[in-house]
Each structure stands twice: as structure tokens, then as C-alpha cells.
């Protein structure tokens, strides 16, 4: 019997610091997932805000007798309001807009989770008919 006892002994003292060995290897593994899975997040985020301002842009510029650039500037107003940081570097145009259609475009740079590295490139845009009288078909 006490051969048994030695040999599980050995077994248990060769295990140890294998947990802190473990963590050290999945620790950086984890940590990089949880930042990929915020910073993914945040990008979702920052396309959203693109998105509505684009639509809210296009709201304002489709309207009777509105030109384009009240859309662009409703857009801005709109990610002035919302956006804070989490969109960045924003630029908004109305180019693609006709006498008949309006297209607005947000384009910007989501936060990023790690400093100094810059956020993910986010461009959204959205178009509507422009709102006009129209003469009724034969």
C-alpha cells in the first residue's frame, strides 16, 4: 500500500503551478476576443448612427422646395445630438442627389477600444424621391 500513496504524491506535486501556467497561456487569447467583440460592437454602433443620419438628412431634403444641403446639414445637426464620439472624423455630403432624387452620405471613423490605433471605417448612405407636383398621366 504505500507505493500507491507515493505515486499519487508525485502525481499531485507535478501538477503544480500548471493553473497559472493555463491562464497565462488563454489569458491574452481571452482578452484579445473580449476586445474584438467591443470593438465589433462599437463599429455596429457607429454604422447605426451613419444610418439614422443619412435617413434623417434625407427626411429634411426630400421635402417641397428644400435643397440638398438642408439634408446635409440636418445630418450634421443629427451626429452633433447623437453621435458624440462614437463617430469620428464625420464628413456628410449630398453628391449623387438629382432635380429627383436626394442621397445623402455620412462617412466617418468608429471609437476604438485601444488608443492610438484609429477606429474602423464606417460610410453609410440614403436616398429618397424629392417631394414635387407632378403633372397625372393620360
Avoid: C
Wanted: net charge positive; no cysteine.
Amino acid at each position: 500500500m504505500p507505493s500507491r500513496s507515493r505515486s499519487r504524491r508525485r502525481t499531485a506535486q507535478g501538477d503544480a503551478g500548471s493553473a497559472t501556467l493555463e491562464i497565462a497561456i488563454v489569458g491574452p487569447a481571452l482578452l484579445l476576443l473580449i476586445f474584438t467583440i467591443v470593438q465589433a460592437a462599437i463599429w455596429f454602433y457607429a454604422r447605426n448612427l451613419a444610418l439614422a443620419a443619412a435617413q434623417e438628412g434625407v427626411s429634411a431634403g426630400r421635402g417641397y422646395g428644400a435643397s440638398p444641403s438642408v439634408g446635409v446639414t440636418r445630418a450634421r445637426s443629427f451626429l452633433d445630438r447623437a453621435a458624440q464620439d462614437s463617430l469620428q472624423s464625420v464628413a456628410v455630403s449630398s453628391s449623387g442627389s438629382t432635380a429627383t432624387r436626394i442621397r445623402i452620405e455620412v462617412r466617418g471613423r468608429s471609437l476604438s477600444v485601444l488608443p492610438g490605433i484609429p477606429g474602423i471605417s464606417v460610410t453609410q448612405s440614403a436616398q429618397g424621391p424629392v417631394e414635387r407636383f407632378t403633372v397625372a398621366g393620360p
